[in-house]
């Protein structure tokens, strides 16, 4: 399997704080996604990168990509109490196969 | 906001009950998904679909079962529900035209079986 793998499973910060969380995968990908899911709701999209990329921004977000050591980064900068949610990485190996999801980090910012 | 639509969006039934989750999307994705989540916990996938008359289990064995008969609409069922099968049902679909691209997720189905 190349599940994701997440670090650290929970992350807890003041607002204003940025906050890091960790990808590790185990095989080769073809691109590699973040979501994001707020208690009891589904997931949504926050950001691609491909293999061939090693950054990408989307606002707050910052993402970067290391596929010799098959680990990707999530950058949240200047946190606010509405980023507490779960945030999950998924790895997509390409061709006919389907997102594998990783088991998340929990990040609670509080005011 | 994603146009993807997943009803009930809770239901507590009794074991032994026929249940059917319906999930529908207005984005004309060939792609769907059903995930399965316990609360705090990874998705697992139970089935997908690549188009009509498409459907592949997941990595995960699921005792439901899926249909995709209209490009539209891939609802899930269970012919007989156990309290086992009590957990978060999350329903998405996908259109790339090679590997996966962004997943579009409904709001999530819970499922309580007593």
């Known amino acids: 399997s190349q599940q994701g793998e997440e670090d650290p499973q929970a992350l807890s910060i003041q607002e204003g704080e940025n906050a890091t969380m960790n990808c590790s995968y185990k095989?080769?990908?073809?691109?590699l996604q973040w979501y994001r899911q707020n208690s009891g709701r589904g997931l949504v999209h926050l950001i691609l990168?491909?293999?061939?990329?090693r950054e990408k921004h989307s606002g707050r977000l910052r993402v970067t990509l290391d596929t010799s050591k098959k680990s990707s980064s999530l950058l949240i900068t200047a946190s606010r109490a509405a980023d507490t949610a779960s945030y999950f990485c998924a790895t997509d190996a390409g061709g006919y196969s389907t997102l594998t999801f990783g088991k998340g980090t929990m990040l609670l910012v509080s005011p | 906001e994603a146009d993807i639509y997943q009803t009930p969006r809770y239901l507590v039934i009794g074991t032994g009950k026929k249940i059917t989750l319906e999930c529908s999307q207005t984005?004309?994705?060939?792609?769907m998904y059903w995930y399965q989540q316990d609360p705090g916990m990874e998705l697992h996938l139970i089935h997908y679909?690549?188009?009509?008359?498409?459907?592949e289990k997941g990595d995960l064995s699921s005792e439901s079962t899926v249909s995709r008969i209209r490009t539209e609409h891939f609802p899930l069922t269970l012919e007989s529900a156990r309290p086992s099968h009590t957990s978060q049902y999350l329903c998405?679909?996908?259109?790339?035209?090679?590997?996966?691209?962004?997943?579009?997720f409904g709001e999530g189905s819970r499922l309580t079986v007593l």
């Open positions: 990168i491909r293999s061939n990329e």
């Open positions: 095989t080769s990908i073809n691109n």
């Open positions: 679909s690549y188009g009509v008359n498409s459907t």
């Open positions: 998405a679909s996908s259109y790339s035209s090679g590997g996966t691209g962004e997943l579009f």
């Open positions: 984005m004309g994705h060939d792609k």
